[in-house]
C-alpha cells in the first residue's frame, strides 16, 4: 500500500489511513516501511526504509465467506426456535406437548380451540451460544482447519453484536463473553490457535446452551448431533470457498 502526503508543514504532523492486506491470520513479526521524498527541489529522490520493532497481530478475517451469511441466518432461526421456553416475555400460544407444566396452560385459548392450548415464553436475557472447536485436525484438512477458524471469528463477532452470551471452547482454553472476557479475547485467542492432536472437546449436551461444533471428524460427534440444540459442521456442512 502507497501513502502519499503532498507536504508536510514545519513542526507539524499529518496522519493518514493506510489499509494492509495481510495473507494470513497470526503473528506478523516483518514490519517494514519504506520513505522517499523529492524535497526540496523534485531533481532527485532519497529513500530510506525503516523496520517496526512491534509485532502486529493478525485477527482471522470477519468478512464473511460465501455461504457465511446463509449459515448465520440459519442458526439464528434455530438459536430463536430452542430458546423458546419459560421466561419473562410472551411468545406465543401453541398446542400442549407431554413435556408443557400445567401451569402454562392457556384455558381461554383451550376452551376456544378445543384443544389443550400453553403460553410459551422466550428466555431472550439468558440465551447463550457457545461454539466448540474441535483442534484435532487429520492430515490433508489443515486448509479446511483454517476455513473453521474464519467461520468462528465471523459467528463470534456477528452474534456477540447481536447481543447474545457466547462461549468458546477447545481442548485448550474456554472464553465466555460477556461474564468473563470480551469478543476481542476470543479474536485474539483464534488469531493464534493450531492443531493439536488430542481427544475431541467433551460435549455435554446443554439445554440453557445452543452448541455449535466445528470438526474436522464430524464422525466423532454424531451421537450429540442427535440432541436439540446442537449442530454440527464438518467439512460437507462447512465446504470450502470454491
Known sequence: SVVYLPVIP??????APLELLFPKRGTQQSNQFLFSTRFPFGFTERRIEVDVKHDILIYPCLDPHPGFDDLLESLEGEIESHFRGMGDDFYLIRPYQVQDSARFVDWKASA????LQVREFARNRDREVELLLDLNVPDGLDEWFEHAVD????????????????????????????????VYAILKYLALVEPVYTK???????PGRFQIILSARPARFEEAAEEDGIRVLGPDQLPLSS
Open 10 to 15: 514545519a513542526k507539524s504532523k499529518v496522519e
Open 112 to 115: 376456544h380451540t378445543g384443544q
Open 151 to 182: 467461520c468462528a471469528a465471523f459467528l463470534s463477532w456477528r452474534l456477540a453484536a447481536g447481543g447474545i452470551r457466547l462461549g468458546l471452547r477447545t481442548q485448550e482454553e474456554e472464553f465466555h463473553v460477556p461474564d468473563e472476557a470480551n
Open 200 to 206: 475431541a472437546p467433551i460435549v455435554v449436551p446443554d
